[in-house]
């Protein structure tokens, strides 16, 4: 309130002449000691002006302390523990999104991309008869190789599929705590 006061007279003009106690009077306004001051303030009008205004600024003041509502302390502490759950929320949520921009930046990538291969599969596309006829030209190639796949690819495949399922069984009871 004294800050208030302070930049209340700098705003007077200049043609009003400082009084060395209004200081003094604006502590005595502020803390309620006029009496010390009364006859001083009888003498100078430039410290009774000061005073009335002061007084003016802290009995509103005073007012708007009477009038303030305060909330009870169940209400604020609610409020803080809303704000530092919400502040948490935030904060925590913060990877998640740079992560979703990344996803959706790498899911715009992966479909300029499929877009890329499904043009040029187009123009492919027109030359699938070239492609037929090495087919019907290569026949009993194509044949004997299916032939040999269909003898000894049972074998070859059980043999992954063993390799798939056994390894990461192998992995998990190496590595397993006792």
Do not use: K, N
């Amino acid at each position: 309130m004294i800050d208030g006061l302070r930049s209340l007279r700098s705003v007077r003009t200049e043609a009003v002449v400082e009084c060395p106690r209004e200081a003094d009077v604006l502590e005595a306004v502020t803390f309620g000691r006029l009496g010390e001051v009364r006859d001083h303030l009888a003498e100078c009008a430039t410290c009774a002006e000061i005073a009335e205004i002061a007084g003016a600024l802290h009995a509103d003041y005073a007012a708007a302390c009477r009038d303030a509502q305060v909330p009870s302390e169940g209400a604020v502490w609610w409020r803080a523990t809303v704000r530092a759950r919400a502040e948490a929320t935030r904060t925590v949520s913060q990877p998640i999104t740079v992560l979703q921009g990344v996803a959706g930046a790498c899911g715009v990538g992966l479909a300029c991309a499929l877009i890329g291969i499904v043009w040029r599969s187009l123009a492919w596309f027109g030359r699938t008869g070239d492609l037929i006829e090495r087919i019907d030209a290569r026949r009993d190639d194509i044949a004997a190789a299916s032939a040999l796949l269909l003898q000894h690819g049972l074998p070859i495949m059980l043999a992954l599929a063993a390799c798939l399922i056994i390894a990461p069984l192998a992995l998990y009871i190496a590595l397993a705590d006792e």
